[in-house]
């Protein structure tokens, strides 16, 4: 009997969280939504252009070669003629020193020293180096000091650098900007997700001379439609490549709880019983046939194998696969 009470007590606690997260998401959507309309969004008149434009991807799901570490979070490293930035800095889920990242780094005879800003695309475990960070609202390289000078870091919600890399000075940017000529973010999208609540994003685009905008996304919780649909108001150049986390964790997913997919489960803004789904990855590959770019990259640290697949067979020859160590050269 006694069992029995428990039971029926942790159901009903169950089901009363579900009921009130459930009308959070509701109340958020609509906010999300209010917020979204609210950003007033022009073309920007003198965005500049980069001559060339590579990208090394430093921390994601696979490797291109087994002596480099793996992980389900994000870190990039994208050099143009004049910046070198380094986007978002891994989940370093083992709080390890020196992290995956700073190994990685190593491996590829990558040096902090030649970093000149760095660029969190959002505020969640994955990109700011652990779930620490992200209570605390800090970023960390690695779990042991590691030097960065004063460096800028261009963040969507106040993000500080923490104790183990102290010095780089931290610039909230909400609305769309040109941080140097053809490097721009495209500002925040506004969205609220189930479990997670609230959640800005930025993006990366880069306007490579002769070619177009390429598109450099954390976990693309923003949805790559909205993205998209602000990348064209900013600009008047083509999209030219996509390249980063769309978040389609669809018949499996990179942190499972038992049979439970977290990723799949936090990262919408749907309740669980309407969570992210095959035909969200239909509709997101759409989306981006309309654009007609000439790269398309996901990342495998927020999709399954089942959606890069769904990529790999919609783009044929522009699709490419993130690896870690796999420089993208665009
Ligand atoms: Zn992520
Ligand atoms: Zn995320």
Request: aromatic share 6%; charged share 20%.
């Amino acid at each position: 009997m006694i069992v029995l009470y428990a039971f029926l007590g942790i159901l009903s606690l169950g089901v009363l969280f579900v009921a009130k997260k459930t009308i959070e998401l509701k109340n958020g959507r609509k906010k999300a939504a209010d917020d979204r309309a609210k950003m007033k969004i022009k073309k920007l008149t003198a965005p500049g252009v980069v001559k060339s434009l590579t990208v090394l991807p430093l921390i994601d799901f696979y490797a291109d070669q087994p002596d480099l570490k793996t992980e389900a979070g994000v870190s990039y490293l994208i050099r143009t003629d004049d910046a070198t930035i380094l986007m978002d800095v891994g989940f370093n889920a083992k709080k390890e020193h020196p992290s995956p990242l700073l190994q990685n780094m190593e491996t590829l005879g990558v040096s902090t020293s030649e970093i000149d800003m760095i660029f969190i695309s959002h505020a969640h475990l994955d990109h700011l180096g652990g779930l620490a960070d992200q209570k605390q609202k800090t970023f960390s390289l690695s779990q042991g000091p590691v030097a960065l000078s004063g460096i800028p870091v261009y963040v969507p919600v106040p993000i500080a650098a923490s104790h183990w890399n102290p010095g780089p000075k931290n610039h909230v940017i909400n609305d769309p900007v040109v941080i140097e000529p053809g490097i721009v973010s495209i500002g925040i999208i506004h969205r609220f997700l189930f479990l997670i609540g609230r959640t800005l994003e930025n993006a990366l685009a880069i306007n490579v001379e002769g070619k177009g905008i390429v598109l450099i996304v954390g976990c693309g919780h923003q949805t790559i439609e909205r993205i998209i649909e602000r990348t064209l108001a900013l600009f008047d150049a083509p999209i030219y490549g996509i390249i980063g986390g769309l978040h389609f964790p669809v018949n499996g997913g990179r942190i499972m709880l038992g049979p439970v997919n977290i990723q799949q489960l936090v990262g919408s803004d749907n309740p669980p019983w309407r969570s992210i789904r095959e035909s969200d990855v239909q509709n997101a590959i759409a989306a981006i046939e309309k654009v007609s770019p000439k790269i398309v990259a996901l990342s495998s640290h927020d999709s399954s194998d089942w959606s890069l697949d769904q990529f790999r067979r919609a783009f044929g020859n522009a699709y490419l696969d993130i690896r870690v160590g796999k420089e993208i050269v665009i």
